[in-house]
């Protein structure tokens, strides 16, 4: 079951950027060849349907202005294009490793990925599938490239072990000098907002006016705290924080967890029962409370031992793997059709 849900989200995320992206634009025939990798031909459909994801990842990450970005002397399109190649360089390659390893997909994978592109291409617009070119055998065939590439990784790591030196050195270089990375603290707080949530989710600053007057506020409440009042009801009162407000502004965290580092320190620096200064962060002004210092247990010292010794073993899987794909790419033969390949363009 479990497999099945991981191709399914596969096939999702790869077909969701043809729904949100505009479309590459080459006044070329789409089935036209656009890079031979030994001897496998590349038809310019295939290009474009990888360079729209690549546009997708791209705007998701730095929204639609990303590209009127300079990355070191190249355009951003530049270099969108040099990743299209590249993923695309690396599913022959490895697709072409398969079959000399004699690696398949199995009859239920190869079923789910039939039903489920069928079913994808069904919901696609006929503009977007004219545009880009795409057949129905062609979408199944670039899935069952990139599952295949994961065939190769698994089957070219599937033995390596690091030395239990440099993974027992990982580990204790992983917090650095850090002698308590597990240490847990479980804090109540108050913020008064100097910054708000849009839909989007970002942080927008609330005017000067507003500001002034949330320090102000905040600065009265500290000395309510500090004078020994209720610090629940003050949360209850006071605080803007929709995360924590209804739990009498608790949480609980280990200086590694996703909170602002101005808020973790302070934290961290209390006493039991202590109470912060003012912690000014992007949100706003907070006023914490340490309710208790939570030690390990040697279970979680264990697990924890045992997920970053993980960790480092699949980055030197990768790390091994990425050097073997470097020899199999430099025996390929790599033909690119220049001129064709000029004339595409990101659709903005």
């Known amino acids: 079951m ?23 634009g080459c006044k070329k025939s789409e089935s036209q060849t656009l890079m031979k990798i030994n001897g496998d031909s590349v038809s310019l459909s295939e290009v474009k349907f990888y360079l729209a994801q690549v546009q997708s990842d791209f705007e998701r990450q730095g929204g639609s202005d990303i590209w009127e970005t300079d990355f070191g002397g190249q355009t951003a399109e530049e270099v969108a294009k040099e990743r299209t190649l590249d993923s695309l360089i690396w599913l022959k390659i490895l697709k072409n490793k398969a079959a000399e390893m004699g690696l398949t997909l199995t009859t239920e994978e190869e079923e789910l990925i039939k039903n489920q592109s069928e079913q994808i291409f069904t ?3 006929q503009e977007t599938i004219q545009q880009l070119g795409l057949t129905k055998p062609m979408l199944e065939n670039m899935f069952k490239e990139s599952m295949l590439s994961e065939r190769v990784y698994l089957e070219v790591t599937k033995d390596f072990e690091p030395e239990e030196t440099e993974s027992e050195e990982f580990y204790q270089s992983f917090y650095g000098e850090d002698p308590d990375p597990l240490r847990k603290v479980r804090v109540r707080h108050i913020l008064l907002q100097t910054h708000e949530l849009d839909e989007n989710y970002n942080l927008i600053p609330l005017s000067e006016e507003k500001q002034e007057k949330a320090k102000e506020k905040a600065e009265e409440v500290l000395k309510k705290a500090k004078s020994g009042e209720d610090f629940v009801k003050l949360v ?76 480092y073993k699949e980055m030197k899987k990768q790390e091994v793997f990425q050097g073997q794909y ?12 220049e001129k064709l390949w000029g004339q595409v363009h990101i659709g903005k």
């Not at 849900?5 to 590459?24: D, R």
């Not at 209390?270 to 340490?290: A, M």
């Open 123 to 125: 919901q696609m617009d």
């Open 2 to 24: 479990k497999k099945k849900n991981n191709i399914k989200k596969f096939l999702s995320t790869v077909l969701l950027s043809l729904f949100v992206i505009g479309l590459v």
């Open 326 to 337: 470097e020899e199999w790419k430099k025996q390929a033969d790599i033909e690119l059709d």
């Open 236 to 311: 209850e009162e006071y605080s803007e924080d929709p995360g924590s407000k209804d739990t009498g502004g608790e949480y609980t965290f280990t200086k590694y967890d996703s909170f602002e580092p101005a808020f973790v320190e302070a934290a961290f620096a209390l006493q039991p029962g202590g109470i912060s200064e003012l912690v000014p962060t992007s949100y706003g002004y907070h006023i914490i409370k340490l309710e208790e210092q939570i030690e390990p247990t040697k279970e979680e010292i264990d697990q924890n031992k045992e997920q970053i010794k993980e960790y």
